[in-house]
């Protein structure tokens, strides 16, 4: 098992530019879930899913969106990048039941110049 | 709304002194969750406790939920250089089950 995947794994966007992370998984976990972590504030909800074809917003959602067309893959966009949003995104998964945890992806830094 | 607060922000020890880190949140909570990311790394499920006042261990980690469900401790005993990295709690969201809100976390460094 693969695990949770992510590509790319660095990337650097001029402001104004769109872009896409692929995360996928290959638990079968219903949940899915996409953060980005800056310095000092730790793990911050983006947008979220709790099955195919759903999507949610989380605490940072403003300049992002999401889309799960099959249950393994949750991709995330950015329509018009902007320096702002330099960060470290992971993308998560986990089971519907169960205790909860979740499941990281190594991460995508992304830089917006 | 929701806060889940951590303290300190930053820890520097020596090999072998112990470390606590704090996880204080404004509500209720069903479970807490601590998660471990090493430097560069992702973040990685340690432990979860349920149980008002549960305590659970994993070889030098002692993990600690608090009476009321509001709070929690990670104590590590006589640190080692690979105890190094961020260290996180998290609780359910207050509005949805599914979620988790993570705190700040705790970055410990250990000097060999």
């Known amino acids: 098992n693969a695990g949770v995947t992510q590509t790319p794994k660095f990337r650097v966007l001029k402001t104004g530019q769109s872009m896409t992370l692929l995360c996928a998984q290959d638990?079968?976990?219903?949940?899915m879930y996409w953060y980005r972590q800056d310095p000092g504030m730790g793990l911050r909800l983006i947008h979220y899913?709790?099955?195919?074809?759903?999507?949610a917003k989380g605490e940072v959602p403003d300049g992002y969106n999401v889309s799960r067309l099959k249950k393994q893959n949750f991709l995330l966009g950015l329509e018009s990048a902007a320096p702002s949003q330099t960060s470290v995104y992971f993308c998560?998964?986990?089971?519907?039941?169960?205790?909860?945890?979740?499941?990281f992806g190594p991460g995508t830094r992304l830089t917006v110049t | 709304g929701q806060q889940v607060m951590q303290i300190p922000q930053y820890q520097h020890v020596q090999e072998g002194e112990d470390f606590t880190t704090y996880c204080n949140s404004s509500?209720?909570?069903?479970?807490i969750q601590w998660y471990k990311q090493r430097p560069g790394g992702h973040p990685v499920f340690l432990i979860q406790?349920?149980?008002?006042?549960e305590v659970k261990k994993q070889k030098r980690l002692t993990f600690q939920f608090g009476e009321a469900k509001k709070n929690s401790s990670l104590h590590i005993t006589a640190t080692q250089t690979t105890d190094v990295g961020t260290y996180f709690c998290?609780?359910?969201?207050?509005?949805?089950?599914?979620?988790?809100?993570f705190g700040e976390g705790t970055q410990l460094t250990v000097n060999p």
């Open positions: 998560a998964s986990r089971f519907r039941t169960g205790q909860g945890e979740q499941y």
């Open positions: 509500t209720t909570l069903s479970n």
């Open positions: 638990m079968n976990h219903e949940y």
């Open positions: 899913s709790v099955g195919e074809g759903t999507t």
């Open positions: 406790l349920v149980k008002s006042g």
């Open positions: 998290a609780g359910p969201a207050e509005t949805s089950g599914s979620r988790l809100t």
